[in-house]
């Protein structure tokens, strides 16, 4: 891969795991219901996970669709029913130690699986590996991932970052409650995009 390709690809990763979408919509929610530190098992599972799905993307997973394109369909369905119940679970959500059952952030392991019914993670994996990669070998797919992993850490941490600064302010019930169902709110609203087109 040559250095401008490479530029142009961290150039993609970090335009793509900055701005808003459901990982992010989740970081912001969990910075601000548990602290940014609680937060990075959650965020080292987005950029890792991440990292492995492009990686066997690369590998062959892509053909699956142009070979089957009812998976594709298979795939946005399953993502918005777990995205709906998803944001459900935010919006019903209590402060750290409230509740029946106390409130927890996303394990390491909850947030890579997560990325497979992330419609958002499906088209930057995608997007990156049919752009990005001239010479579709091991080496090539590898090396994607490993720059995508290393973009992606701290393009998601602004957000678990943003959620911790307005932390204090939402000690108040009655904001952290709408902040809660904002937070699912636009969880479902980042879909949007990437569900009306093909990935």
């Given at each position: 891969m040559t250095p401008d390709l490479v530029l142009a690809l961290l150039g993609f990763a970090f335009v793509t795991s900055v701005t808003p979408g459901p990982n992010n919509m989740m970081l912001l929610a969990s910075g601000a219901n548990f602290g940014f530190r609680r937060t990075v098992p959650h965020m080292l599972g987005i950029s890792l996970g991440h990292a492995v799905m492009v990686?066997?993307?690369?590998?062959?997973?892509?053909?699956?669709?142009?070979?089957?394109?009812p998976?594709?369909?298979?795939?946005?369905?399953?993502?918005?029913?777990?995205?709906?119940?998803?944001?459900?679970?935010?919006?019903l959500a209590a402060?750290?130690?409230e509740g029946r059952q106390p409130a927890r952030p996303m394990t390491f392991l909850q947030a890579a699986a997560f990325q497979w019914v992330n419609p958002k993670a499906w088209a930057m994996a995608l997007g990156a590996v049919s752009a990005y990669v001239t010479t579709p070998t091991v080496s090539?797919?590898?090396?994607?991932s490993v720059?995508?992993?290393?973009?992606?850490?701290?393009?998601?941490?602004?957000?678990?970052?943003?959620?911790?600064?307005?932390?204090?302010?939402?000690?108040?019930?009655?904001?952290?409650?709408?902040?809660n169902v904002t937070m699912a709110a636009l969880l479902l609203a980042s879909l949007w995009p990437v569900l009306t087109v093909s990935l």
């Open positions: 990686f066997l993307v690369g590998l062959g997973l892509a053909g699956l669709f142009r070979a089957w394109p998976a594709l369909v298979i795939l946005k369905a399953a993502s918005l029913a777990y995205m709906l119940w998803l944001a459900w679970k935010i919006a402060a750290p130690g090539a797919f590898a090396l994607v720059l995508f992993a290393l973009v992606s850490m701290p393009s998601v941490a602004v957000w678990a970052a943003a959620g911790q600064a307005v932390r204090h302010w939402l000690q108040t019930p009655g904001r952290l409650t709408a902040f």
